[in-house]
């Protein structure tokens, strides 16, 4: 009996994401606006490709995360997973918050208007406590549990109309940041909580030890293709018949669907081509994600003291130049981790072996 596949595409993607993202930090910061030519084919299928980057974050944060979280023998509060989550969501809030902070003006006794409002990492450690009170409040269904994130999902990429302009003003503007677009955060819980919910639902819905990938594979293109083409036709049809004139609203501006098609589209790709990703640097960069990220932040928005390259060469590159300067860009924010995590574990190696002698 054949064991079953090991899982090298999650690692794969959450490297590739990583990496996508940097150099979408890099060129869409330093490029000047006059190359900025969306009837140029090779801009504009870049600035498509950097638009499924933080769903693909997003979604693949949630498949992995709840993939841990199920895949432990003790279920319930018992789950030492639980508490892992919890400690990741603080480390992220804190990450989040120290890398907008700007040292010369808090100094001074003020605080960067860019500080109190979420990124990234604020929502991606609040997801992760999302996910875990779910786990706990529906945990009594077991592998069901995955049909409430769906329904969630859903309902966060169908509702987004009727959000998307809100602004809480009853609420303090660095709370109501964190809730939808309109509140000037450059991320907010929704709706790319939405994501995360339906990475979840995967999580719950995928068999890790099944020994069938390119059938998933397959199955996540031709819904992948399904959603990108076809999902603003079928919401249409849902309103024809409902008289729901919401659904006509998301259809008419179906980013969300679309993206998670695009989503799809590339889980399916790297699924196809598991046995080919165990080689290479991708696990590793896969499991450095947050030490990059934090690394990328210093280097190109200069994180507490504000000398990054963003202050200095903002929008004044060309397009030869971004891309050459966002490939080297990608290779030192890398390197700086992993050489920096090599030599971090020969010089623990090196005091155990001193102290042992």
């Known amino acids: 009996?054949?064991?079953?596949?090991?899982?090298?595409?999650?690692?794969?993607?959450?490297?590739?994401?990583?990496?996508?993202?940097?150099?979408?930090?890099?060129?869409?910061?330093?490029?000047?606006?006059?190359?900025?030519?969306?009837?140029?084919?090779?801009?504009?299928?870049?600035?498509?490709?950097?638009?499924?980057?933080?769903?693909?974050?997003?979604?693949?944060?949630?498949?992995?995360?709840?993939?841990?979280?199920?895949?432990?023998?003790?279920?319930?509060?018992?789950?030492?997973?639980?508490?892992?989550?919890?400690k990741r969501t603080l480390e992220l809030l804190a990450w989040g918050y120290v890398l907008r902070l700007n040292l010369p003006m808090l100094f001074e006794g003020k605080i960067n208007n860019s500080f109190l409002y979420p990124d990234v990492l604020q929502i991606i450690g609040l997801s992760l406590s999302f996910i875990i009170l779910i786990y706990i409040i529906f945990g009594f269904l077991k592998r069901w549990t995955g049909l409430i994130f769906l329904v969630i999902g859903l309902l966060i990429f169908i509702s987004e109309p009727l959000y998307v302009d809100l602004t809480f003003p009853e609420l303090p503007n660095y709370l109501a940041a964190y809730l939808t677009k309109a509140n000037k955060g450059v991320f907010y819980l929704f709706p790319w909580l939405g994501y995360v919910c339906m990475g979840t639902f995967i999580a719950y819905l995928f068999n890790p030890k099944t020994e069938q990938l390119w059938a998933w594979g397959l199955g996540f293109l031709a819904l992948g293709y399904w959603l990108i083409n076809r999902s603003s036709a079928f919401l249409i049809d849902i309103e024809f018949f409902t008289g729901l004139e919401l659904f006509r609203k998301v259809a008419y501006n179906n980013f969300l669907f679309i993206r998670l098609g695009d989503v799809f589209l590339l889980f399916g790709i790297f699924i196809l081509i598991n046995d080919y990703l165990k080689k290479g640097l991708w696990t590793r960069i896969g499991s450095k994600t947050l030490e990059i990220y934090v690394v990328h932040y210093f280097i190109f928005y200069g994180s507490l003291f504000g000398i990054g390259l963003y202050k200095y060469f903002k929008y004044s590159w060309t397009f030869p130049l971004s891309i050459i300067g966002a490939l080297i860009f990608m290779v030192v924010c890398t390197a700086i981790v992993l050489v920096d995590d090599r030599y971090r574990e020969k010089m623990f190696t090196f005091l155990g072996r001193k102290v042992t002698k």
């Open 1 to 86: 009996m054949s064991s079953a596949p090991r899982l090298y595409f999650i690692d794969a993607l959450r490297a590739f994401a990583i990496l996508m993202m940097l150099q979408g930090h890099f060129i869409s910061g330093l490029l000047d606006p006059v190359f900025k030519d969306p009837d140029n084919p090779i801009y504009s299928f870049w600035l498509y490709c950097r638009g499924f980057t933080a769903p693909v974050f997003f979604t693949i944060t949630g498949w992995v995360f709840t993939f841990l979280l199920l895949r432990t023998k003790m279920q319930g509060w018992k789950n030492p997973r639980i508490k892992k989550g919890l």
